[in-house]
């Protein structure tokens, strides 16, 4: 009996290994988009706070809007109600999806009253969005 399994784990093996190596390619290869989260809700950019690891569409007034090219992942933060560091909600567009934008995200969202969609996070006690594309900002 025991000659008889070695004899078939012989060719086993190698076929087991072989699905082995496939599935982690394919995993590597092929990442499904996150897209943009449904939101559960509409509130206001001082309500945010209040819904941490919710889906929501944010809104609010720009009260302003910079880009950090000198500091790691090189972020665009866009802040609401007041200005850094007094934020209510800021909206982070990392440094590798800049380029997703006609124009510097600062310049088109300063000033004005913008909804956020997204996945609502805390980050050293303020509440933000991490933006990955222009659909997820809307000017009203």
């Known amino acids: 009996m025991i000659s008889s399994f070695r004899k078939y784990f012989k060719f086993i093996l190698p076929i087991m290994i072989l699905i082995i190596v496939i599935g982690l390619v394919f995993s590597r290869v092929y990442q ?3 897209g943009i989260p449904e939101p559960e809700m509409r509130i ?3 309500e945010a706070k ?7 569409e ?3 007034d720009v009260a302003n809007a910079r880009f950090i090219s000198n500091i790691e992942g090189q972020p665009t933060f866009i802040n609401f ?3 850094d560091p007094n934020q209510d909600f800021t909206a982070v567009i990392w440094g590798i999806n ?7 995200p600062e310049n088109i969202y300063s000033g004005n009253e913008v909804c956020v969609l997204g ?5 050293e006690g303020t509440p933000q969005i991490e933006v990955e594309s222009p659909d997820q900002i809307n000017l009203k």
């Open 32 to 34: 499904p988009e996150t």
């Open 44 to 46: 206001s950019a001082n």
């Open 50 to 56: 209040d819904h941490i690891g919710k889906a929501a």
């Open 58 to 60: 944010v809104c609010g």
């Open 81 to 83: 109600g007041l200005p």
């Open 98 to 104: 800049r380029s997703k934008w006609n124009q510097p």
């Open 119 to 123: 996945s609502i996070k805390s980050h």
